[in-house]
């Protein structure tokens, strides 16, 4: 008997790369997994360029002047939005930012309606985080405006993503090559996610850490397009580890059955100066934040010589400046 | 009268395979020797089967006619060559109570153009608390009980239904789906959801209440009816009840049969391919073939459920599930036939006498005096689905753009011509 019929002509499936079509020349960033290798490099070489603008007494150009920038945020953010805000100012762009409350969905005003008011305010660049995976696309779909996915539920996050390959790049040299750990909450983590393409795309080797309830199922591992490691035990997974990349553990996954308390959990997997002994000498320790000290991580260890969590912040910055800069098609 | 002539008639119920003309009659089918004829056509090269009986679709009236209308409805049924559909009862108000089933037939009588066999609750308004009042709604009319887009999630009064069902000899419909393992999922669970970061159903939801339900099945004598499988798990228990004398049957929708969870990503979250149970793999569409070969799976019904834009256009976890999926089920199946995975005969069996023997009712036949619901096909014709052409209200599909082989040219229903497509 055969199934033929189930293959038809269509976009890659899943295993071979790519799951998601991709639109040329890039109009928007909405995960990293349509991005070549050239188009990252491209982006972080242009981040180190934009980082010497930070540096100037003067921290603005005038690129992006007449251009509108609007932040529509589902969901509570500091870091992303202002970093976002920050980048296109400096840029000399407009920012707008609207705090879309989840209830308005509620209210009737549906994520379509909305997207086309923005589009008809004249928005050149729609910055979107929201609660729901494919959200952005949804909205990519309806607008010509440039769409940057700044977080959409458990699916991606890719200016975090870039950031972290900059970070890491800058501080080490390279990212083929090295073993990048990730630890906590996989499951429900875009930033996990967006990393995997990333990195894995640039040759890193990636070992993801967590309790068992929380890590993508064992079986389904084989069909990620994704070559990753998994264990459960943190030891194994810091042993030999060139970056630390540590994950928000969210108390209501302890209310939702994932794993039993926050003090097991710390006991478990918060990385203390003893197991960060495990990991290469000078192995950078990494956080998108907001970081439960504490929990995920001894604040000793947020504030130690290996950590570069708030170099991720203003990097942020770069990166995000980086990307509008390309986004916006003007000549290099 | 009407005259069929020199069509391939294929009637499974019988086992004809001939070329031959056929006469229809007041309603019936008759014998082709009589001469009057009023209307001719010629269906030379093209198949003459029975009218498809869908045992599972979703009309939406009352209470969502901005999704589906029973006039609206019953004309994509037509159009999908389908004569008898039998709706589901998750309207508003819900079809609880004998009275409900005849304001719905009422309707019917005034606009469907295909025959409409009523679905009552199994319990009052699809709750899980109570049952609902199966004595009064079969002598009205309903031919079986479910509270179909919902599992009736206590197993307590799932046997309790099953056994009182067995007053009126009607089978209870589950939609087996063990509502704490879905827990919000949107799509099957494996790989591509974890890529996606959509929230999965674990085939083991349908699976561990199948298993419920069979046991239920067995311990009340009850009938048992599941709708839409999605797994091979549960195709492989519902074989093995089945041989140990279990009074079960079992549907399968088209979508399941030929799409898998990677239509998901083909559009990004593309939610015209969100349905309930979830779009699996492919081997679970292999097994559910396999199963409905060897007759583990009765019969093929469409889960028809078409929905407003608005519940589609949006995010994906927004999105109401299902596909509005009478007017592509026969070229969609055909694809079956077309890669010998299936016979005609075995697909058109699958569309009339099988889902009529599994529930009794006394259609799917082209015999002599059976009534006459007749559909014309042309196996072979190649056509483009837009689902904006769709005479259903709901242009939830997501084979839009597809190229389907396999189209209806006639559909007549109780001696009506009630669709033509170029004949």
């Known amino acids: 008997m055969t199934l033929e019929v189930l293959s038809r002509p269509g976009p890659i499936p899943p295993a071979a790369g790519s799951i998601l079509p991709a639109r040329r020349p890039r109009r928007n960033v909405l995960d990293l997994d349509d991005f070549s290798v050239a188009e990252i490099?491209?982006?972080?070489?242009?981040?180190?360029?934009?980082?010497?603008?930070?540096?100037?007494?003067?921290?603005?150009?005038?690129?992006?002047?007449?251009?509108?920038?609007?932040?529509?945020?589902?969901?509570?953010?500091?870091?992303?939005?202002?970093?976002?805000?920050?980048?296109?100012?400096?840029?000399?762009?407009?920012?707008?930012?609207?705090?879309?409350?989840t209830s308005s969905v509620t209210k009737g005003e549906s994520l379509i309606d909305t997207i086309r008011t923005l589009q008809a305010l004249g928005a050149d660049f729609v910055v979107m985080r929201h609660h729901q995976a494919g959200a952005p696309y949804v909205v990519a779909e309806e607008v010509s405006a440039s769409v940057i996915n700044a977080g959409d539920g458990w699916h991606a996050h890719p200016t975090q993503a870039l950031l972290d390959l900059f970070t890491i790049r800058e501080r080490l040299g390279r990212i083929g090559g090295l073993r990048v750990a990730i630890v906590g909450d996989i499951l429900h983590s875009r930033v996990a996610r967006s990393n995997l393409w990333g990195l894995t795309l640039m040759g890193a080797e990636v070992v993801l850490c967590g309790?068992?309830?929380?890590?993508?199922?064992?079986?389904?591992?084989?069909?990620?397009?994704?070559?990753?490691?998994?264990?459960?035990?943190?030891?194994?997974?810091?042993?030999?580890?060139?970056?630390?990349?540590?994950?928000?553990?969210?108390?209501?996954?302890?209310?939702?059955?994932?794993?039993?308390?926050?003090?097991?959990?710390?006991?478990?997997?918060?990385?203390?100066?003893?197991?960060?002994?495990?990991?290469?000498?000078?192995?950078?320790?990494?956080?998108?934040?907001?970081?439960?000290?504490?929990?995920?991580?001894?604040?000793?260890?947020?504030?130690?010589?290996?950590?570069?969590?708030?170099?991720?912040?203003?990097?942020?910055?770069?990166?995000?400046?980086?990307?509008?800069?390309?986004?916006?098609?003007?000549?290099? | 009268m009407?005259?069929?002539?020199?069509?391939?008639?294929?009637?499974?119920?019988?086992?004809?395979?001939?070329?031959?003309?056929?006469?229809?009659?007041?309603?019936?089918?008759?014998?082709?020797?009589?001469?009057?004829?009023?209307?001719?056509?010629?269906?030379?090269?093209?198949?003459?089967?029975?009218?498809?009986?869908?045992?599972?679709?979703?009309?939406?009236?009352?209470?969502?006619?901005?999704?589906?209308?029973?006039?609206?409805?019953?004309?994509?049924?037509?159009?999908?060559?389908?004569?008898?559909v039998c709706a589901q009862a998750d309207t508003r108000p819900s079809v609880d109570t004998g009275s409900d089933v005849e304001a719905l037939l009422t309707q019917a009588r005034r606009d469907a153009v295909v025959r409409v066999l009523p679905v009552g609750t199994a319990t009052k308004q699809r709750d899980g608390h109570e049952l609902s009042e199966m004595a009064d709604m079969a002598a009205a009319g309903a031919i079986a009980f479910s509270d179909d887009g919902r599992a009736v999630r206590s197993a307590s009064l799932m046997r309790h239904a099953l056994e009182y069902s067995l007053l009126v000899e009607r089978p209870i419909s589950s939609h087996a789906e063990d509502p704490d393992l879905v827990d919000g999922g949107v799509m099957h669970e494996g790989p591509l959801a974890t890529v996606l970061g959509l929230k999965g159903v674990p085939r083991e939801a349908e699976e561990i209440a199948v298993a419920r339900d069979l046991a239920l099945a067995r311990l009340t004598g009850g009938r048992l009816h599941l709708a839409h499988l999605s797994t091979g798990g549960a195709v492989e228990q519902v074989r093995r009840a089945k041989a140990s004398g279990v009074r079960v049957t079992a549907e399968v929708a088209p979508h399941n049969l030929l799409l898998s969870d990677a239509a998901v990503a083909e559009r990004p979250y593309d939610t015209n391919a969100r349905t309930d149970p979830p779009l699996r793999t492919k081997h679970d569409a292999e097994a559910l073939l396999e199963g409905l070969r060897d007759g583990t799976i009765n019969c093929v019904a469409s889960d028809h459920s078409p929905r407003r834009w608005i519940d589609k256009a949006c995010e994906f976890d927004q999105a109401l599930p299902g596909i509005s999926g009478l007017e592509t089920a026969f070229g969609l199946l055909m694809r079956l036939v077309h890669?010998?995975?299936?016979?005609?005969?075995?697909?058109?069996?699958?569309?009339?006498?099988?889902?009529?023997?599994?529930?009794?009712?006394?259609?799917?036949?082209?015999?002599?005096?059976?009534?006459?619901?007749?559909?014309?096909?042309?196996?072979?014709?190649?056509?483009?689905?837009?689902?904006?052409?769709?005479?259903?209200?709901?242009?939830?599909?997501?084979?839009?753009?597809?190229?389907?082989?396999?189209?209806?040219?006639?559909?007549?229903?109780?001696?009506?011509?009630?669709?033509?497509?170029?004949?």
């Open chain 1, 211 to 332: 309790p068992p309830t929380l890590l993508p199922v064992a079986s389904f591992c084989e069909g990620l397009p994704w070559k990753v490691e998994r264990t459960y035990r943190l030891d194994e997974a810091l042993d030999g580890a060139d970056v630390v990349m540590l994950l928000r553990m969210q108390l209501e996954r302890q209310t939702g059955g994932l794993f039993p308390s926050l003090r097991e959990y710390v006991r478990t997997y918060a990385l203390t100066e003893e197991r960060l002994a495990r990991a290469r000498p000078g192995a950078l320790v990494m956080h998108p934040g907001p970081m439960n000290e504490g929990v995920e991580i001894d604040p000793r260890v947020a504030r130690g010589a290996q950590s570069v969590i708030e170099a991720q912040v203003t990097n942020g910055v770069a990166v995000r400046m980086a990307l509008l800069y390309l986004l916006s098609g003007l000549p290099a």
């Open chain 2, 2 to 84: 009407i005259r069929l002539v020199g069509g391939r008639i294929i009637d499974p119920a019988s086992g004809r395979d001939e070329v031959a003309d056929l006469l229809i009659d007041g309603g019936r089918i008759v014998e082709p020797e009589s001469v009057a004829t009023e209307t001719v056509i010629d269906v030379a090269g093209y198949v003459v089967a029975p009218g498809f009986v869908d045992l599972h679709c979703h009309l939406r009236e009352p209470g969502f006619e901005d999704a589906e209308t029973i006039a609206t409805g019953t004309r994509a049924a037509a159009a999908g060559g389908f004569t008898t």
């Open chain 2, 339 to 423: 890669a010998r995975a299936l016979g005609l005969a075995e697909l058109i069996a699958a569309l009339t006498c099988r889902p009529a023997g599994a529930w009794g009712l006394p259609y799917g036949s082209l015999s002599p005096g059976a009534a006459a619901d007749v559909v014309v096909l042309d196996p072979d014709q190649a056509w483009v689905v837009d689902p904006e052409r769709f005479l259903s209200k709901g242009k939830n599909s997501p084979l839009g753009g597809q190229t389907l082989r396999g189209t209806v040219l006639l559909t007549i229903a109780d001696g009506n011509i009630v669709y033509r497509n170029g004949l």
């Open chain 1, 41 to 101: 490099e491209a982006v972080l070489d242009t981040a180190t360029a934009m980082k010497d603008v930070l540096r100037r007494p003067i921290k603005k150009v005038p690129t992006l002047r007449g251009k509108t920038l609007v932040t529509l945020f589902y969901e509570a953010s500091t870091r992303t939005r202002v970093g976002f805000e920050v980048a296109a100012k400096a840029l000399g762009a407009d920012t707008v930012s609207v705090a879309a409350a």
